[in-house]
T-cell receptor, first 113, second 110 residues
Framework: DAGVTQSPTHLIKTRGQQVTLRCSPK?????VSWYQQALGQGPQFIFQ???????QRGNFPDRFSGHQFPNYSSELNVNALLLGDSALYLC????????????FGSGTQLSVL | GIQVEQSPPDLILQEGANSTLRCNFS?????LQWFHQNPWGQLINLFY???GTKQNGRLSATTVATERYSLLYISSSQTTDSGVYFC????????????FGTGTRLKVLA
């Protein structure tokens, strides 16, 4: 049973660039959530995708956008990168059939220079 | 909005010791999960426990939803238990985002 997979594991970008992070959910899950975790803090909710639509969004600017594909995999896009976007980006999958329990991938460490 | 606070913020134990981590939340919740974040950043599911008590090996958890708290017990701690422990709560219907607590950073010394 494949767990949640994320790619890439590490990424270095410069200010102003754009980045795309990818996530494949756990087998049997249809919902993908993205979280940002700054150093020393807990994960913060960015948004959730269900049925290929953004179902809920946290307090993040429009520079953060996403997509969900018919196979339930998802992408997180961040435009016009700022130094403050440096963080661990975590993808979590869930399903109503699984009581909305979150299962996380190993994350993408993004450094913006 | 809901506040989710964990205590203690930091904990240092000698290998073999027992500990209790606490998660307080300020409003009613639908779901509650405990996670362990290892030194490599991976968030590992420990318990899904919106109410009641569960045990898994050396770990157990109790949630008293009516009093808005949850406890995570670690017995006979091992160095591999080191890391950060988070509780995360899901509010009642109408929202899909889990709110994470402030975390407890645990270090187990050999």
């Amino acid at each position: 049973d494949a767990g949640v997979t994320q790619s890439p594991t590490h990424l270095i970008k410069t200010r102003g660039q754009q980045v795309t992070l990818r996530c494949s959910p756990k087998s049997g899950h249809d919902t993908v959530s993205w979280y940002q975790q700054a150093l020393g803090q807990g994960p913060q909710f960015i948004f959730q995708y269900y049925e290929e639509e953004e179902r809920q969004r946290g307090n993040f600017p429009d520079r953060f956008s996403g997509h969900q594909f018919p196979n339930y995999s998802s992408e997180l896009n961040v435009n016009a990168l700022l130094l403050g976007d440096s963080a661990l980006y975590l993808c979590a999958s869930s399903s109503r059939r699984d009581n909305e329990k979150l299962f996380f991938g190993s994350g993408t460490q993004l450094s913006v220079l | 909005g809901i506040q989710v606070e964990q205590s203690p913020p930091d904990l240092i134990l000698q290998e073999g010791a027992n500990s209790t981590l606490r998660c307080n939340f300020s409003d009613s919740v639908n779901n509650l999960q405990w996670f362990h974040q290892n030194p490599w950043g991976q968030l590992i599911n420990l318990f899904y426990i919106p109410s009641g008590t569960k045990q898994n090996g050396r770990l157990s958890a109790t949630t008293v939803a009516t009093e808005r708290y949850s406890l995570l017990y670690i017995s006979s701690s091992q160095t591999t238990d080191s890391g950060v422990y988070f509780c995360a709560v899901l509010l009642p219907s109408g929202t899909y985002k889990y709110i994470f607590g402030t975390g407890t950073r645990l270090k187990v010394l050999a």
